[in-house]
């Protein structure tokens, strides 16, 4: 209820009872504010006094309403006074004399007990106290009936005699009653009228009439000047009081939503995510900054900080992942058990692995009476090559993966794949790191392993030494002439002995382990290596694991759909098709897809080219979810951020393999302290966008096997932008550890320079207080930290603000020598004390490489 309906219920002003609410704390400003509970009821109960004890209470007047009379005669004499009727309002109403016609209503009926009328709570009483007789019939005594509502009852007041001095309302006419009833409207139009010149009043809008009298045109409304059209008012006092007064409304917040269970889709962006539980994106980045995440409305989030934000702001919500088209794909297309009778033998994936340079290509090259290894940058393979060959007791696929320590990635892709792995170690050399990384893959793999023990033919071999640290390595490995469940074949590259048991070895296994597949079924397998090459486009080398791909195909990989285009063997020969356990190089791929991707055979591009970009859109919100994007105002900011140094790199290779392998190996390289950074790994030539980005995130451009375009050497140049280009991986890794190198934080070394001996002490009121010493050992520098020690302990830890030699200003002051110092923030050396100077220097440090857990 507003103020102004209030105090016009309890017949006080508005103002009045606005005091009061605001006196017990409602938060109101003007008369137009709503009071709501408990602060209506306690203001009802500041202005309604309790009846006294012992007398009735007297009945107000709003109690005493009757339905409207059926018919009644109404008369008012004009008055004899000369001095105008006054109203609590200032005006006179006038009855006309002509009869209005009453509704029919039943008797008036009034309490005689009422000896004083009290006060009205819906409006002020506009006559003379009332009677206490009840109105008579035949006699019609002036009565005036005032609505305290407009619900339509009728309450009837009688005026008694007018004192003396004041204003009679009317003149009675021969002992008649004159009877006025004020219609609703009317009874408006009185209350609104004064209401208005009251807050006119407080406002200084206007200031009230005098009291006049005004007659009433007939068809005229109480409160209407004459001359204005209806409804029309003189001074505007509700608008300029609500727009002087009215404080402003902010919006009421949304309902709350705990009670609604929401379903969110994950992964969801927080835009969305806020349009679905009714909050303001602001607030749900200001708490995932708080929990160390800052984001953007476009970021994705993941189920784990979904209901976390839920939580946060009590949302009730259900996390429901939604299946893909893609999984929707593969559960329509469950594969069914092939049958026995579609099942044939397939020839054994042999993958070889172990360490760099023993021989691992030429073992193969041996194998397959080709020359591979010369093709290679310093003898060590670069590329992950896949052969089939035709071995006396049938085919064999091998997988020749790189050598170098650092390709551990796609050691780990190889052994995946393949069915059987073999070791190779040169038996002049031994056990070597890499070489326990092979077998650690292997056997994670689950596959069978053969360890060749490799150069045979040369002096300082010694298979005996070799079998004993492999089998010390590796319980598992102990060799089966040992008694051990593991075959050695002692090979040579270089004169080929050995070589056909390694094979009858293989084919032997391959029974054992009764390799077969459905060559009937649509095609399926693995990526081995993708790269863009010029003239063809993005080319693959795939591994089909079962069924048969035929050239025309559609295949997805990865994020990479098309349909094949043309289709090689091993040996660069076209082939139209190709069965399972077959290594194949194919064209016609949208993008490169990643080493290691799983392809599928597809009967509609359409379906396969959804689920590609379905693919690219989950890589997409990942990437986002899992960091920032990059901005000029944070990428120039210090290197040093909570003890993390960092090199931002920018990398560019020949082939996809490779991208994954350098950044394995950078990140093998990388410490607690300091790491590297690689902001972008890409397939190609260095083009100008990567020497921009370069510029704009303060990166390192570096180039494997690729070259760099002509622009993007003008542009590197112009903007002073590193570029190095590499053939080997080992130089990568070196000149990497040396930038790291370069910023580790140095050792700080402290060395004593001198100690100088308080003799006297010189209070000066504007600079404190000046110590007189004498160096005694080394010497004092102006640049020097100084320890004061006093009884042998450290007192106080500062710097020199002054050092003077007699009057001048002196750098340093050499043993034996006088001086005058003054120690920063320290006044209180005293005579005997000791000045220690001495320095702290910082020592280069170099890189220690990562412990390796097992």
């Known amino acids: 209820m507003r103020i102004y309906e209030l105090a016009k219920e309890l017949g006080k002003e508005p103002a009045e009872v606005r005091i009061v609410a605001q006196e017990i704390g409602a938060p109101i400003k003007t008369n137009f504010n709503v009071l709501e509970e408990p602060f ?36 008012v004499e004009a008055p004899k006074a000369a001095g105008p009727a006054a109203s609590p309002f200032g005006l006179v109403y006038r009855a006309p004399k002509a009869e209005t016609p009453m509704r029919p209503a039943m008797k008036p009926a009034v309490r005689e007990d009422v000896k004083e009328e009290p006060k009205k709570p819906a409006a002020k009483v506009m006559a003379a106290p009332a009677v206490s007789k009840p109105v008579p019939h035949a006699p019609k005594p002036a009565v005036k009936l005032v609505r305290p509502d407009t619900k339509g009852d009728v309450v009837i007041t009688k005026s008694g005699p007018t004192p003396e001095g004041a204003h009679p309302v009317a003149e009675l006419e021969a002992e008649d009653t004159a009877v006025r009833i004020l219609r609703p409207t009317e009874v408006q139009q009185y209350e609104k009228a004064a209401e208005e010149e009251a807050r006119a009043k407080k406002l200084g809008l206007n200031k009230p009439p005098p009291p006049t009298t005004i007659a009433r045109r007939p068809g ?21 009081e609500e727009t002087i007064g009215r404080p402003k409304q902010t919006p009421a917040p949304p309902p709350p939503a705990a009670d609604r269970q929401i379903e969110v889709p994950v992964p969801i962006s927080v835009k969305d995510f806020c349009a679905l539980i009714g909050i303001k994106a602001n607030l749900v980045q200001k708490k995932l900054l708080e929990h160390g995440k800052l984001v953007t409305i476009n970021h994705a989030l993941d189920a784990d900080d979904a209901e976390l934000m839920a939580i946060e702001f009590n949302r009730n919500v259900l996390v429901k992942k939604v299946k893909s088209q893609e999984e929707k794909h593969f559960e329509d297309i469950a594969e069914a058990p092939d049958k026995a009778e579609d099942l044939v033998p397939r020839p054994p994936i042999v993958t070889i692995m172990g360490h760099v340079d023993h021989g691992k290509t030429s073992l193969l090259d041996r194998i397959r009476s080709a020359n591979v290894a010369a093709g290679e940058s310093g003898g060590i393979t670069q590329h992950i090559g896949a052969y089939k060959v035709a071995a006396p007791h049938g085919a064999v696929v091998f ?26 170690v040169a038996a002049d050399d031994g056990m070597m790191p890499q070489t326990e990384e092979a077998v650690d893959h292997a056997k994670a793999a689950g ?23 492999v089998s010390s390595y590796d319980n598992a490995l102990t060799p089966e002439e040992w008694g051990g469940k593991t075959y050695y074949a002692k090979v040579s590259a270089i004169t080929g002995d050995g070589v056909p048991d390694l094979l009858e070895r293989l084919a032997l296994e391959t029974q054992i382990l009764e390799l077969k597949a459905n060559p009937r079924r649509p095609a399926s397998g693995a990526v081995l290596e993708a790269r863009m090459t010029e003239g063809k486009g993005v080319t693959a080398t795939l591994l089909v694991q079962n069924g048969t791909l035929k050239k025309g195909d559609v295949i997805l990989a990865g994020r990479a759909y098309g349909r094949v285009r043309n289709m090689y063997d091993d040996h660069g020969v076209p082939i139209d098709e190709a069965p399972p356990a077959t290594p194949i190089m ?3 791929l949208s993008v490169v897809p990643d080493a290691g991707d799983k392809f599928h055979t597809f009967n509609d591009v359409t379906k396969a080219r959804s689920i590609a970009e379905e ?37 560019k ?8 392998v350098l950044k394995k190996s950078l990140e093998d390289i990388s410490t607690d302290e300091v790491r590297l950074r690689i902001i972008h790994a890409g397939v190609g030539t260095i083009n100008e966008s990567d020497v921009v980005l370069a510029d704009a995130s303060d990166a390192i451009v570096l180039g494997f096997h690729v070259p760099a375009e002509e622009r993007a050497r003008v542009v590197a140049t112009e903007k002073g932008v590193q570029i190095k280009l590499y053939e080997v991986i080992y130089h990568i890794v070196e000149e990497m550890k040396l930038a790291l190198e370069g910023l580790l934080e140095p050792t700080k070394v402290e060395s004593v320079v001198g100690h100088a001996s308080v003799k006297q002490i010189f209070k000066i009121s504007r600079s404190g207080n000046i110590c007189g010493c004498v160096v005694t050992d080394g010497k004092l520098e102006r640049s020097s930290l100084v320890r004061v020690r006093r009884g042998g302990e450290v007192i106080h830890d500062g710097k020199l603000e002054s050092l003077k030699r007699f009057k001048d200003d002196v750098k340093e002051v050499a043993e034996g020598f006088e001086c005058g110092l003054r120690v920063a923030n320290f006044d209180t050396v005293q005579t005997g004390d000791v000045v220690e100077a001495y320095k702290i220097e910082e020592v280069a440090r170099k890189l220690e490489r990562k412990a390796e857990v097992r």
């Open 653 to 660: 290779t020949d082939v996809k393999g490779s991208v994954e």
């Open 399 to 424: 997988l020749d993966t790189p050598g170098h320590e650092a390709f551990t990635a796609m050691r780990a892709r190889g052994a995946n794949v393949t069915d059987v792995v073999v070791i190779v």
């Open 586 to 588: 194919v064209t016609g």
């Open 447 to 469: 596959a069978t392993i053969i360890v060749a023990l490799n150069k045979m033919d040369k002096k300082g071999a010694n298979p005996q030494k070799v079998m004993q640290q």
């Open 40 to 75: 209506l009821s306690q203001v009802r109960d500041r202005f309604v006094k309790p009846a006294p004890a012992g007398k009735a209470a007297a009945t107000p007047i709003s109690e005493l309403a009757i339905p409207a009379p059926a018919k009644a005669e109404a008369k």
């Open 615 to 651: 693919r690219e859109h989950k890589i997409r919100e990942t990437a986002i979810l899992g960091r920032s994007h990059i901005k000029m105002e944070n990428l120039f900011q210090s290197i040093e951020a909570g003890k993390l140094r960092e090199v931002r790199i920018i990398l």
């Open 220 to 240: 005229q409304r109480p409160g209407q000047r004459p001359g204005m059209r209806p409804g029309s008012r003189s001074t505007s006092i509700r608008v300029l």
